[in-house]
Structures are given as structure tokens and as C-alpha cells.
């Protein structure tokens, strides 16, 4: 008896187990899983996976089942999953939906996986998402996507009936790149339609859409360099270029990702080397990629006794080319890890920078630009701005800022 109340007991917690997260439809072909959802009046979400896909895999691990993906999911869709590759052990229902994946390929352009494809209740496809999605990410997929303003093939329908709206172009271009879709030549067009980087809107699309040497705007950063910069301010175009060829040539050259954070491969790279191997792609602006790289790792690898000299180097050389968030960060890792700098060294800093900082609502920022005041000799401006900052400060940083803010008020040495 006491076995069977066990189980009893056990059976319910076993149900709802398996009910965490996405409830994909099964056994259902695609005539089916329309008429359902045209039934519960939902929209169909369709998880396009393949057996090699690596990220495919981490979804369907981590993202899926959670429960807030699971109760936005459940609450507005019907789910399926849709292998696109050959499975031997497929039923009859599973491989009438591989040969209906080769028209969806076909139809809807699917450039990688995983891919969500996304339709109304009527069957009628509305958006697609390529790439692999984060919790926080896909979430905010699920909240807007049955929405129209964020539906990528009712918006390019629309716009086909108006190629002239570039109102309509530019609702495009922020969806399209989500579905994969911006390099069918939409930025192209807008920036012809609407005099290139006219506007500060404009200059920061390119910024927007530029993560990659491979995006069609990459070449924006230096053709367009100094309109760029017009609009969004000092540097602007220069980071996201040094940025980009940082991440792309020498990150993982560099170092590696791990569970517990990035880590160096090497204290002393091969420099000659690494240009060697960049001069053939850029040969044009090598010596500043290599003068950012060397500044990056420097950070990276925490050799401040390197990252002093090389950042007054980098000031002096790269003057009017730094945006005023990398002037934060380069002052925040010295007042963070460098300490015993000296006033001859941080004076210069201090100009070079301030501008930066008061225009920064970072309580973080903020807490560095005050250390940079008192070793400055500013103590008074010190105190107020730590005071007025000390409580907004990240929890992590609660232990470290108090401390300074004593030793500051009674005038000592940090």
C-alpha cells in the first residue's frame, strides 16, 4: 500500500516534468497542424533543426525548456519540430515533413539553422529567425512576433506596393537582419533614397548593422569615416572597425573562452607574426590595428606594466580617433589595476578624458572618475561625485568603493 501511495504521489510531479517548456505537437502533418491552429485561433512556430547542428542542440537543451519560454510559447502557439536532414528511422508523418522542408528551404531561403519559422493562424508565414537565441533573446522574439510591426514578410510585402517609402525601407532593415535577410541590398538602397550619412539615424544604422568585415556596410567605416563620426562623435567609426578585426583575426588567436572566463594562450605573442599575417588584408591601416591589438591584449592579459606606456603611446598617435566610451574603459582598467601610476602620468589622463566621464551616467565610471580626481590632487570634487555614486554602484563593487571613500574623506594615500 505504502509502494502505491508512492507512486501515486510520484506520477503527477512526473507529468508536469515533462510538460516544462515548449510543447511540441507530434504526430501532426502540416495540413493538421494548420487546421489546429486555426482551431485554437494561435500562431505555429516551427523548429527547423538538423541532426549535425551543434547550436540546434544547445536549444533544444537550454532554451526550450525553460519555463518562461515554455508559458509564452504554449499560451500563443502551436509548436512543431522539423528535422531538414535524412532520418533512417523516420515514420510516414516525419518524412512527408522532410519533403515539405525542401520547399520551405526553397520558399523562404533558410541560410542556416536553427531557423524558426514563424506563421499566422491561417498557415500564411509572417517572420523567421536564423541563428541560435538565448533565453532573454528568444523570449523577446515570442513577446513581439505576433506582432506586424515585427514581422519580416508582411513588412517586405508593404513594402514592395511602396519602394519609394523609406520610412517602410528602414522598418525593413531592422527586421530583415534578424531573418537573415539584409544582404538582398535593402541598406543600399536606403542610402541612396535618403543622401547616404545625411543623418545622425543614418550614420548609426551603419553602426548597427556592421559586426562583420564580411557586412556589405564594413567598408562604410573608412570610406564614410569622418561622416560617421560627424554624427555619432570622435572615434566612433575607428572602434567599430579596430573592433571588428579584433574580435574576427587575433581573439582566439590570442586567447581562449571558458566556462570560467577568457584566458591568454601566450604572455610574449609572436607581434611580426600576427602582422605578417594581417598586412595582406589591410594593408592600408596596419600599423593602427596593431597598435590597438597590442593595447587590447595588454588588458586582456592584465600586464599593466605594458598597458601604461603602450595607452600614452596610443593617446598621443590616435588623438582625435578614440570614441569617449573606449576613453572610459582605458581609464578604468589604469585607476582599477594600476594604481601607482603617478600624477605626471594621470594629469594628462585626466584631460584627456573628462569630458568623457561627466557626459557618463555609469555609477561604475563614475566611481573611477572620482579616484582619478583625488590622485589628481581634486579631493574635494573626489568625495562629492564617490558620495553621490557609492550606492548605485553593482553589488560585486560594494566592497571595494567604501573603502576608498574613508581613506578619501580623511585625506590618506589609496
Known sequence: MRKLIFILLWIPSLIFAQEKGIRFVEGLNWEQVKEKAKEENKFILIDCYTSWCGPCKVMEAKVFPNDTIGHLANEKFISVQVQFD????????????LTLSKKFNKDYNITGFPCILFFNPKGEIVHKVIGYKNVSAFKKILENVTDPKYQYYPIFAAYQKDTNNTEALYQLIQIAREADEVKKGYIRDYLKKTNGISSERNAKLILNMTNSSRDRTFPLLTTEQQKINQFL??????????????FEELQNTLGRKSPSGYYILSTDPDWKSIKDSLIKK???????????????????????????PALEAYRSKYAHSISDRMKIKYVNDVMAYSKNVGKPYLEPLLTWSETAFKNSQNPTDQMNYALLLYQTGKNKDAVAIMEEYIEKVPNYSQTIYPEYLKKMQMGETL
Request: aromatic fraction near 18%; charged fraction near 40%; glycine fraction near 6%.
Open 282 to 308: 589591410y594593408p592600408d591601416r596596419i600599423e593602427e590595428i596593431m597598435d590597438f591589438s597590442k593595447l587590447r591584449f595588454f588588458s586582456d592579459a592584465f600586464q599593466w606594466d605594458k598597458f601604461i
Open 233 to 246: 562623435g570622435e572615434g566612433k567609426a575607428e572602434e567599430q572597425y579596430r573592433g571588428i578585426i579584433y
Open 86 to 97: 535524412e532520418d533512417k528511422n523516420a515514420d510516414q508523418v516525419k518524412k512527408d515533413w
